[in-house]
C-alpha cells in the first residue's frame, strides 16, 4: 500500500467547535489579506488551517458565510475597544489620544489593515458580497466618531468625515511602507486640524 505523502494529509489537532471554527476564521483572514476576496478557494483555507474541505464547509458552508464571519471578527477591534465607555470626550487632547490608541493598536494588526483595504476596494462594486457591510461599516464609523466628538466640536459630522478620511489613508499609505510612523503623523494632524498641543 502507497503511503500518502505527509504534506497532502492535514494536521489534525484536538480543538473545541469554538476554537476549530476561530482557527478558519483567522487563516481566512491571513489569506484575504493577501489574495482578495475572488482569489481565496475553500482548498487554501482547508490547507492553511489543517483541515478538509468538508471540515471547512462544515462550519461555513458558502464563500459568504465565511466572508461575513471574518468581518464580523475583525469588528472585534474597532474604536469602542480604545474609547471610554464610561463618560464623554471633553476636548481635542482626549480624541487625539483616543485615535492614537486605535492607531497603534491596529499597527500590531499589519494583517487587519491590508484585509480592510483589500476588501474594501473590491467591494466597492455592487454585486461583490461585502458591498452592504463596507457601506454600513463606514456609516457606523461616521457616527462613532461623531459621538466621541459631540459635546466639544461644533461641527462633529465634519470632523468625523475628515478623521475618518485621514485615517483611510493614512493607513493605505503605511501599508506601502512601514516607516511611516502613524501615530506620530496623527499626531501631526490634530496639531495642524485641531491645534493640538504636544
Known sequence: MTE???ETKPRRR???PEARKAEILDVTLALLAEKGYWGLTFADVA???GVTFQA???YFPTKDDLMRGVLSRRDEVDIRSVAPDDHPVHDAVEFTDIIARLIARNAERPELIRLYAVLSAESLHPSHP???YFRERQATSLRELRDLARTW????DELAL?????LDGLQIFWLRDRTVDMVARWRTWARNYLGVKE
Open 4 to 6: 500518502v505523502p505527509s
Open 14 to 16: 484536538r480543538l473545541t
Open 47 to 49: 490547507k492553511g488551517a
Open 56 to 58: 471547512v464547509l462544515h
Open 130 to 132: 461585502a458591498h452592504g
Open 153 to 156: 466640536y461644533d461641527d462633529p
Open 162 to 166: 475628515q478623521v475618518n478620511c485621514e
